[in-house]
């Protein structure tokens, strides 16, 4: 044989050693699962902020505004009901499933959670009551008229950067440094909000001023980590087909 990978050994050597690491990237941005989350909260979140702002506009009559109550009701419920343990953890083995289902072809890969995040349960659950409580407590003020419609995504940023941050670090190395990209976009809309930047969505459009930051940059955020993912895992097979070559060629 005269390819060029005999005629580079060193080289060739330097690319199996990149094996674990495609490996490690390409797990980490396994993000379709995600998604799935992301849609579930996303139809839980617009259940509670088209009804909240319709109210405060008087938009309709008495059916309408009753209608209203009842769905943000329904969707409050539904995220109470997504923070007991046993029903979450409910949820996610379903969404495991699914995802088994989707990246059937590929394999099982995944990377474990932090030693702490193994060892500290308590502080996940309490971490995410804190944020609960946070979201819930901004709603309430919002709808009261204690903080502006313009305010409201700069007020949220207070509490779902750190959270966001909090589960980088919390779940690495599960999830690679790309989780970050979405807290940061959302700090970055943030600060060009209070600093005037004309950004803001208004008329029947202002609920977007949330709905976007929230979960139009997770979906980026998850997206971006989905094409990642495909080129890691190109990266990966090209390697593993280099070291299946070499094994060979050494016999």
Not at 152 to 169: E, G, K, N, R
Request: aromatic share 12%; net charge positive.
């Amino acid at each position: 044989m005269n390819d060029k990978r005999n005629q580079n050994p060193a080289e060739d050597l330097e690319k199996l050693k990149e094996i674990p690491k495609w490996t490690r990237k390409y797990a980490q941005n396994r993000t379709l699962p995600n998604l799935i989350y992301m849609v579930i909260y996303l139809c839980l979140f617009a259940g509670i902020a088209i009804p909240s702002y319709l109210r405060r506009t008087d938009y309709g009559g008495s059916t309408t505004q009753f209608i209203c109550k009842s769905v943000a009701l329904i969707s409050v419920i539904g995220f109470i009901v997504l923070c007991i343990p046993k029903l979450k953890s409910k949820l996610i083995d379903r969404i495991n499933r699914i995802s088994r289902q989707l990246y059937g072809r590929e394999g099982d890969v995944s990377m474990s959670l932090s030693e702490t995040a193994k060892k500290k349960k308590w502080l996940g659950y309490l971490v995410a009551m804190l944020f609960g409580s946070c979201v819930i407590g901004s709603v309430f003020l919002g709808m009261k008229d204690f903080i502006k419609i313009k305010y409201m995504q700069p007020v949220s940023a207070l509490y779902v950067v750190p959270f966001m941050v909090f589960l980088y670090f919390w779940q690495r190395p599960k999830i690679g440094p790309l989780a970050l990209l979405w807290p940061t976009i959302y700090g970055i809309h943030a600060v060009l909000i209070v600093v005037g930047v004309p950004i803001l969505f208004t008329g029947n459009l202002i609920p977007l001023n949330m709905i976007l930051p929230v979960f139009g940059y997770g979906f980026l955020t998850h997206i971006i980590g989905y094409i990642y993912s495909r080129y890691a895992l190109k990266k990966l097979k090209t390697t593993t087909h280099l070291q299946e070559n070499t094994d060979e060629y050494q016999t």
